[in-house]
């Protein structure tokens, strides 16, 4: 009874931690980033880093970059990737395509967003 009791607990635990929401931790200059993935071409010569970067402002943003840190397996930062968007309008969405130069990277995150003043 104790064991099933203790495992009850733990499930409702996991439960509860997955019911959080995720921290945007880009809400502060009203955008929401998704998870990055990484794309190659057909022949596997070019990869991409591809995301999508959510204007949750009602105003034009313009000269958006977003700057991505490229990392290997063990998750070390092994270099970084950028992409550009003259015009991202009020409520839109930017699907980037940062090109990825290092062959060592197998993920990527999105540390900065940053904005033409």
Known sequence: ????????????????????????PF?????RVSPVTLETNATGSIIHAVGQVHNLTSRQRFG?????DLLDRTGT??????????ILE???????RALVVDKKAVAAKVVAIKEAQ
């Open 77 to 86: 930062r092994v270099g970084d990737a950028k992409d550009y968007q003259s």
């Open 27 to 31: 809400a502060q200059f009203g955008f």
């Open 90 to 96: 009020p409520n839109a969405e930017w699907q980037f």
């Open 64 to 68: 958006v970059r977003v700057v991505l």
């Open 1 to 24: 009874e104790r064991l099933s009791a203790r495992q009850k607990a733990i499930q409702a635990q996991a439960n509860a931690g997955a019911s959080v929401p995720p921290v945007n």
